[in-house]
């Protein structure tokens, strides 16, 4: 019976797959096949991911995309151009009588 891991694709005791162990490139001397080999499965899994990376981008920029657009179109509305105006007015219009009241006063 061979070695677990060694060619054999299940664990004959539990019936399980080996897992990959992590290895640190900068600790262990490495061959250039394995560096090699690392750096092919890593493109692999980075070009696996990918579509479901950018869809999860696109996706997230149009969400934030369509909330700022609905608080921009939000205070838009909220606040007209008028409005502001015309509570502007007020406000320089009470001033104005409070001036006067304060010269007619003293």
Avoid: H
């Avoid at 509305?77 to 015309?86: A, G």
Wanted: charged share 25%.
């Amino acid at each position: 019976m061979a070695a677990s891991g060694a060619g054999d694709p299940l664990d004959a005791k539990r019936g399980e797959a080996p897992f990959a162990q992590r290895v640190d490139p900068t600790r262990e001397k490495l061959t250039p096949e394995q560096l090699y080999s690392m750096r092919r499965a890593q493109l692999a899994q980075w070009q696996k991911v990918l579509p479901q990376r950018r869809t999860r981008n696109i996706v997230t920029g149009l969400g934030i995309g369509a909330l700022v657009l609905a608080i921009y179109g939000y205070t838009i509305y909220s606040i007209s151009q008028e409005r502001f105006l015309d509570e502007l007015e007020d406000e320089a219009k009470a001033a104005r009588a409070r001036a006067l009241a304060r010269a007619s006063g003293s």
